[in-house]
């Protein structure tokens, strides 16, 4: 199995088409719990990222009813990310210093986290995001109240060689 970076240039292009609209290969999950972690793993997938099919536990979007929970939940999509060890994207929990475009922040409240974001820019310390359901393209993380924050630094994609 073979490790690629992702292609971060591809991702924020992507976000910028896609903040404001829907792409309709996708399911809106706006009306049943929200569509940010789908379309910040849209993202990913757009940067290179390869879909793991493992029933159950994987990353993968081929429609509404053949989808991975990891694919549009915001605590599904955290642990796949963090024990993925197969093919498919794969990263690590830094703090929010060590984030940089492409990677993902996690909003919670208490100690449930609700709220995906993909970071496209880091200026002056601050970073700024794209997102759904709460429709944002190069807004500043100083713009959400939240209590939680946890930061995702995606490293990159694995592929089968």
């Not at 490790?3 to 999950?29: G, Q, V």
């Not at 979007?61 to 989808?67: A, C, L, P, T, V």
């Not at 997102?131 to 994609?157: E, Q, S």
């Amino acid at each position: 199995m073979n490790e690629y970076p992702l292609n971060i240039p591809a991702e924020i292009d992507y976000a910028r088409k896609w903040a404001f609209s829907r792409n309709p290969a996708y399911y809106n999950f706006d009306k049943i719990g929200g569509d940010c972690t789908n379309f910040v793993s849209q993202c990913l997938y757009a940067g290179g990222a390869v879909m793991n099919y493992t029933r159950d536990t994987g990353w993968y979007y081929n429609s509404i009813h053949d989808r991975a929970a990891a694919w549009t939940s915001v605590e599904y999509f955290h642990r796949f990310i963090m024990n993925n060890r197969g093919v498919g994207p794969f990263g690590e929990a830094v703090s929010i210093n060590r984030i940089s475009p492409g990677d993902i922040i996690q909003l919670g409240s208490d100690s449930r986290f609700y709220h995906s974001l993909l970071v496209i820019n880091v200026h002056d310390g601050v970073p700024y995001v794209a997102a759904h359901t709460f429709d944002a393209f190069n807004r500043p993380l100083t713009a959400y109240v939240y209590d939680n924050i946890r930061c995702l630094k995606i490293i990159g994609t694995r592929k089968n060689s």
